[in-house]
C-alpha cells in the first residue's frame, strides 16, 4: 500500500492467513538473475510473505508496507526488517539495494513515485519485479461459476478502481526500466472450503460490502458452495494467472 490508500489493515488477520503463497521458483529465477544478493527490498510487503521468501536468497531484507495492522501479522525473520512506510519513501541509501519487489501492490501505489525512489535505491544493474494475480479459477465447472459470480456480481461493486490494473496484469501502468524476459511462473495450489472462504473474507471488497451493509456476503456462498463442493475438507485445485515484469537499473 502506499500513500492514504490502505484497503487492507481491517482484513490484516484474514490477510495473513487466506492468501495465496507465491511459487519457490520465482524467488530462485530473481536471485540468480541479481548481480548480487546482499539486500533486497520488499515495498508494500503486506504480511511479508514474499519478503520471507526472499530472505532465503538474499542477505538482508527491507519489507515495508503503510499498513501497519499488516505489518503486525508479518512473522520474524532474523534476515527480515519491518518497517511501516510509503512505498515512495524506503529510507534506504542510494544505490545500496540488489532488487527491489513488489507483490500484488503496485496498483495502490503511485508509480512514479515509487519507481524513483526504487531508481534512486538500486545499485547499477540491480533488478525491479512487479507482479500481480488476477482472478481465481477453481476446479470444478459449477463451482467456479459460483466463485466467478461472487466475485462479479456480488462484490464487484465494492471493488476499488485499481482493481482494473490487477484484471489487466498492470499492462496500463508505466514501467521505465531495460524490460527483462521472464520465464512463465504459474500460482495453482489445493484448498478446501474453510481455507477458500477464508480467502474470499480478506478481499478488500468483501471487506468494504460488509462495512457498508452490515452482512458478510461470504456467508451465503459458502452455504451455495458447500451444496455442490462435496466433502468440505476435500481440497480443490486453485489456480490464478501471474503477470510479472522485470526491469534493470541502467
Not at 541479481?34 to 520488499?42: F, I, T, V, Y
Not at 482472478?135 to 461493486?157: I, S
Not at 496500463?172 to 474453510?194: G, K, N, Q, S, V
Request: glycine share 8%; net charge negative.
Amino acid at each position: 500500500m502506499s500513500l492514504s490508500t490502505d484497503h487492507f489493515s481491517g482484513v490484516a488477520r484474514h490477510y495473513a492467513a487466506s492468501r495465496p503463497t507465491y511459487p519457490a521458483e520465482l524467488f530462485a529465477w530473481l536471485a540468480q538473475a541479481c548481480p548480487a544478493r546482499e539486500l533486497a527490498w520488499d515495498a508494500g510487503a503486506g504480511n511479508g510473505q514474499a519478503s520471507v521468501a526472499l530472505a532465503e536468497h538474499f542477505g538482508a531484507v527491507l519489507a515495508t508496507d503503510l499498513s501497519a495492522p499488516q505489518i503486525g501479522q508479518a512473522p520474524a525473520h532474523p534476515r527480515v526488517t519491518y518497517r511501516v512506510a510509503e512505498a515512495h519513501e524506503s529510507g534506504l541509501p542510494a544505490a545500496s539495494a540488489d532488487l527491489v519487489t513488489v507483490a500484488q501492490a503496485l496498483h495502490w501505489f503511485d508509480v512514479s513515485r515509487f519507481h524513483d525512489e526504487a531508481r534512486r535505491v538500486l545499485k547499477p544493474g540491480g533488478l525491479i519485479a512487479e507482479w500481480t494475480y488476477g482472478v481465481l479459477q477453481v476446479e470444478g465447472d459449477a463451482v467456479d461459476a459460483l466463485v466467478q459470480h461472487f466475485y462479479r456480481d456480488v462484490v464487484g461493486p465494492w471493488w476499488p478502481a485499481e482493481r482494473r490494473h490487477v484484471e489487466n496484469g498492470y499492462a496500463d501502468l508505466p514501467f521505465e526500466f531495460h524490460r527483462i524476459a521472464t520465464p512463465a511462473f504459474a500460482m495453482r495450489l489445493h484448498w478446501d472450503l474453510p481455507a477458500l472462504l477464508g480467502y474470499f473474507r480478506s478481499w478488500s471488497a468483501t471487506a468494504r460490502m460488509q462495512a457498508a451493509t452490515g452482512h458478510d456476503p461470504v456467508v451465503a456462498l459458502g452455504a451455495a458452495l458447500a451444496a455442490i463442493w462435496g466433502a468440505s475438507e476435500q481440497p480443490r485445485e486453485i489456480r490464478w494467472p501471474l503477470a510479472l515484469r522485470v526491469g534493470a537499473r541502467e
